[in-house]
């Protein structure tokens, strides 16, 4: 499922949902960066985590469900913009590009 046909002030209304959940977010040498996932929409993340990476860059997002009956949500996202978070951390604006099974 792609987003690409949405403009961008249609993808601002996505309904967002608060998740604060933990999260593993694997960069394409195959190394993993914990963070929290601090929302989610139909077309991105708001992630928080300490690891340093560049806008620009495509990860796989593993999200894992909080109930036996949910899948565990895992994602090819790319990092759209990059914020200072609390205590060192970054806050990464994520895009998804595609939904993994």
Same mark, same amino acid.
């Given at each position: 499922?792609?987003?690409?046909?949405?403009?961008?002030?249609?993808?601002?209304?996505?309904?967002?949902?608060?998740?604060?959940? /933990?999260?593993?977010?694997? /960069? #394409?040498?195959?190394?993993? *960066?914990? %963070?929290?996932?601090?929302?989610?929409?139909?077309?991105?993340?708001?992630?928080?985590?300490?690891?340093?990476?560049?806008? %620009?860059?495509?990860?796989?997002?593993?999200?894992?469900?909080?109930?036996?009956?949910?899948? /565990?949500? #895992?994602? #090819?996202?790319?990092?759209?913009?990059?914020?200072?978070?609390?205590? *060192?951390?970054?806050?990464?604006?994520?895009?998804?590009?595609?939904?993994? /099974?």
């Amino acid at each position: 499922m792609s987003t690409a046909r949405f403009s961008h002030d249609e993808k601002r209304q996505f309904l967002r949902m608060f998740v604060q959940s /933990d999260i593993t977010l694997t /960069d #394409r040498s195959g190394e993993q *960066h914990g %963070g929290l996932c601090i929302n989610l929409s139909a077309n991105g993340l708001l992630v928080e985590t300490a690891s340093a990476l560049a806008p %620009g860059e495509h990860l796989e997002i593993f999200l894992p469900s909080p109930r036996p009956s949910l899948r /565990d949500l #895992r994602v #090819r996202a790319q990092i759209i913009r990059i914020e200072p978070g609390e205590k *060192h951390q970054h806050r990464l604006g994520l895009q998804i590009v595609e939904f993994l /099974d």
